[in-house]
């Protein structure tokens, strides 16, 4: 059972834009925070972007300003979209739902996003 299909990603030159979508079960998605999530290769995962079911974002630093998450609750989706992207930005993004320092369910196969120089 797919609970989590990401798509969106692709190659872009450094000051470009994409925009990211992500389609979640109603199980994982109804009534909670839902997040952005990115892996760079050798490095930990890491949360870039939240929002809470009422829509209230919350980004790290590495991203503020620059990254702009939403949601569409009768999609059941999130997006992420990124302009003025850096080749630091440069990694597979996935979503899930953030419980604490852990995840409400498997990751899905995320979207590569590479951003040239």
């Known amino acids: 059972q797919v609970q989590l299909v990401e798509s969106g990603g692709g190659l872009v030159q450094a000051g470009g834009s994409l925009r990211l979508s992500c389609v979640a079960s109603?199980?994982?998605?109804?009534?909670?925070?839902m997040g952005w999530y990115r892996q760079a290769p050798g490095k930990p995962r890491e949360l870039v972007a939240s929002?809470?079911?009422?829509?209230?974002?919350n980004y790290a630093d590495s991203i503020q300003g620059r990254f702009t998450i939403s949601r569409d609750n009768a999609k059941n989706t999130i997006d992420l979209q990124m302009n003025s992207l850096k080749p630091e930005d440069t990694a597979v993004y996935y979503c899930?739902?953030?419980?604490?320092?852990?995840?409400?369910?498997?990751w899905g196969q995320g979207t590569q996003v590479t951003v040239s120089s």
């Open positions: 929002i809470t079911s009422s829509g209230s974002p």
């Open positions: 899930n739902r953030p419980i604490g320092r852990f995840v409400a369910a498997s």
């Open positions: 109603v199980t994982i998605f109804s009534g909670n925070t």
